[in-house]
């Protein structure tokens, strides 16, 4: 990892950083508009200090040769949206480019470093890379996202980035809350054979509708020179780093000052403020959300009629002497017309209700046939079949209106916890049962096919120790997944909660012990083999009693039979990535075993997997555990509540054993199975009185910090689901 990665750490170029906002903005005079060059700069923006909202708002304007330029930090900001909270910066391509002078490849890598008050809007914007033998990524707190691009010169086509096969240019989904990213190449994938006829490969994290792929982008430096190597990107921002119902309690900071505001919440970067519906201009500024006056714009506001505007609205109407007909306005005729008129209306209005009517039985058997057809395209009639030939197993199939109920239609409230791949909700079924209900984002073609075979495997899986799976709801486009509810939180949030408990390592083990049984179970006993993918603290959950729950199955993958196969899009989590999949993009058991081996470390340290504001040398967990050890200063990194005499030989036996599950080649690492043979062995010598003098004492120790995890886990129970929902944030490591 050090050799392979040095350029990645010491070659990069300056970090841009937006300057931090301040907690709370201070009350400021009113908004001065003003301009820079041909751009306005709206307030809570400004230019100086006086006309800003705080000084996380304060922008520069400056003449840049014969240009003049507006700048945050050092981003240029190319607009700003007040009504959408947006803001458009120019951020960097990064590029690796055949260098003929050393024959070998040069890296100008990206690297952007967003301040609290913005996150890149994932629906903006995507990561996009170009090539003909590139695999690039962004690599963010959380994530790892990128794809694999190649060429076949006959399906090159300008505008075409598909990420097909032979398309030069992939792009792929910006997940939510993306805050900080470096971008990197693998150095397997590189231009040094084909450089005469595409010369680089670049990524960029960009905006999705400024970018239009050419063919010529391949075959010359066009893309990189256009901008001086500058793209288009949209952050979102918030006003202050709190929630409207925080914000709200002091009027004094409180930023949507206009009357007939709204705030908006947005969990990454604080509130904001917007016009309610009906008025248009600045919240921020006091009476600056002014009526609409939709009497002027009969195109978006039509009205036959006399139109009158009133705050908020507006009332079309007709003129005295003239009824409504059909939208339009008639003279009214008294006389013998009445009669034909009103009979004539009546039927009309008849003839409407039932081509309504039929109308919506069309649209109904529509969505039948939609959810007929994902249901099948996900392999439900063979897992349909299965379930009815096996009697007796709880899998369920679940309709779509099932799971809308459960979770009150995906609340936003309900959500638990967020991942790389989708959301996990809480709900309710009609039985009263708590389940979590997994929704991902995406899905690629090839595990759609097998999605109903999968379940099927997953269905059978039964340890005490994994997460239950339901049921699975396959009629919509991205199947859902529905597990049994783990009311304690995950390991994560033990281990680094903000909650004081001290953690005993008798608890520890136990719960190490467990999940490498269950994970030993999924790669040994199953048939076949299941590869977890995506193993972390995060990942591992606490039942009422804190037993250990292995969960997330989302990124596993049936362990391949053909070892050939490949999977072109890496995804996993920072920090916990096996070194070796991230070179060969093959998923395999010792993979697991790595990702594994950083939890352990987490129990023994309590520190995080990758700690991006630390150090250099520190930033990864893994790293430095490995350079402690080689230095033989374990204690100098073990977490102080275990570090003790009594512990010491338990704690250096841990370490070893997570030292091996670290080795940088798959092939050294022990299986899942050792490594849970040698946790259950030392839990046993920990747990039995031969092994020390005065066992007892040790003994009651034990079982008193397990009586009062326990009695804990009673009264904190709610306070535990409160948390997860606010820390949802949090989980997504
Ligand atoms: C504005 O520019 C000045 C001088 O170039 C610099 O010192 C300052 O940090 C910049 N401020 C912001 C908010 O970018
Ligand atoms: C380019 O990739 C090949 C494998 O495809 C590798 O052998 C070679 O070392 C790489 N070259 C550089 C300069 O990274
Ligand atoms: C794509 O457009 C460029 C000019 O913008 C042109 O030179 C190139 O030949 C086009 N490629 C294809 C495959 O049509
Ligand atoms: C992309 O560029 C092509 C020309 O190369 C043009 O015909 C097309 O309209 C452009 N598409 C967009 C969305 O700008
Ligand atoms: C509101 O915020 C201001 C400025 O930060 C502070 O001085 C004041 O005490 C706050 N008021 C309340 C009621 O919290
Ligand atoms: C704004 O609202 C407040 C209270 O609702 C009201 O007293 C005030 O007159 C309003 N201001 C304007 C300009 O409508
Ligand atoms: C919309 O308003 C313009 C001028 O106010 C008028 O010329 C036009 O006919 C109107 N269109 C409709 C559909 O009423």
Known sequence: MEMKFSWLLLGL???????????????RGPGCSARCGEMDVPYPYGLDPQCAIHDGFVLNCTTVGRATKLFHGGLEVIKISVPDGKAWV????????????????????????????????????????????????????????????????????????????????????????????????????????????????????????????????????VFYDMDNSLIPTVLEWGVARNTCGQARTNKTTYACVS??????????????????????????????????????????????????????????????????????????????????????????????????????????RKLHRIKQKYFRQHGGLILFEEMKSQQGTAFKIFSEEELQQAT???????????GGHGKVYKGVLKTE???????????????????????????????????????????????????????????????HGNHGRHISLGTRLRIACESSEALAYLHSCASPPILHGDVKSTNILLDGDYTAKVSDFGASILAPSDKSQFVTLVQGTCGYLDPEYMQTCQLTDKSDVYSFGVVLLELLTRKK???????????????????????????????????????????????????????????????????ADNLGRLRKVMQHPWAHENSEELDNLLGESSMSMVSSAVTTEAFSIEKRVAMGLESGR
């Open 433 to 495: 049962v708590e389940v979590a209900v997994k929704r991902c984002m995406t899905i690629d073609e090839q595990h759609k096919k097998e999605f109903g075979k999968e379940m099927l495997i997953l269905s059978q899986i039964n340890h005490k120790n994994i997460v239950k799976i339901l049921g699975c709801c396959l009629e919509v486009e991205v199947p859902m997944l529905v597990y049994e509810f783990i009311p304690n939180g995950t390991l994560f949030d033990l281990i």
């Open 408 to 418: 009150h239609r995906f609340d936003e409230h309900w959500v638990i916890g967020h």
């Open 90 to 221: 120019k951020t960097w391509i990064s590029r690796q480019c055949y260098d003929q002078t050393t024959n070998g490849m040069l890296y100008n890598n990206a690297q952007l470093w967003l301040g609290n008050q913005y996150v890149l809007s994932a629906d903006d914007n995507k990561v996009i890379v170009i090539g003909c033998k590139s695999l690039a990524y962004m690599w963010s707190d959380s994530y790892i996202i990128g794809c694999s691009s190649t060429c076949d010169i006959k399906a090159l086509k300008n505008s075409s980035c598909s990420g097909a096969d032979g398309d030069g240019c992939c792009q792929a989904d910006l997940p939510k809350g993306v805050k900080k990213y470096i971008s990197y190449f693998n150095v397997d994938y590189n231009t040094s054979q084909i450089w005469q006829s595409t010369p680089c490969n670049y990524i960029a994290v960009m905006e999705t509708a400024a970018f239009n792929f050419s063919t010529t982008y391949l075959t010359s430096t």
């Open 259 to 364: 009357n007939n505001s709204d705030c908006i919440d947005n969990n990454y970067v604080g509130y904001r403020c917007k016009c309610s519906p009906g008025y248009k201009g600045n919240p921020y500024v006091s009476d600056g959300c002014t009526d609409i006056d939709e009497c002027q714009d009969n195109v978006t506001y039509p009205c036959a009629g006399i139109c009158k505007n009133t705050q908020g609205h507006f009332t079309c109407s007709c003129p005295p002497g003239q009824d409504r007909i059909n939208g339009l306005c008639v003279k009214a005729h008294k006389s013998i017309w009445v009669a034909p008129v009103v009979g004539g209306s009546v039927g009309l209005v008849v003839l409407l209700i039932v081509a309504t009517c039929a109308y919506l039985i069309r649209e109904r």
């Open 13 to 27: 170029p300056a970090v841009w950083m937006l300057a931090a906002a301040a907690d709370v903005p201070a009350a």
């Open 609 to 675: 997997a990758l700690n991006l504001e630390g150090p250099e040398h520190e930033k990864s967990l893994s790293m430095r555990f490995l350079s402690v050890m080689k230095e033989n200063k374990l204690e100098d990194i073990l977490d102080d509540q275990i570090k003790s005499n009594e512990n010491l030989e338990y704690l250096e036996e841990i370490a070893e054993l997570a030292r091996q599950c670290l080795d940088m080649s798959g092939v050294n690492r022990p299986s899942m199975m050792e490594v």
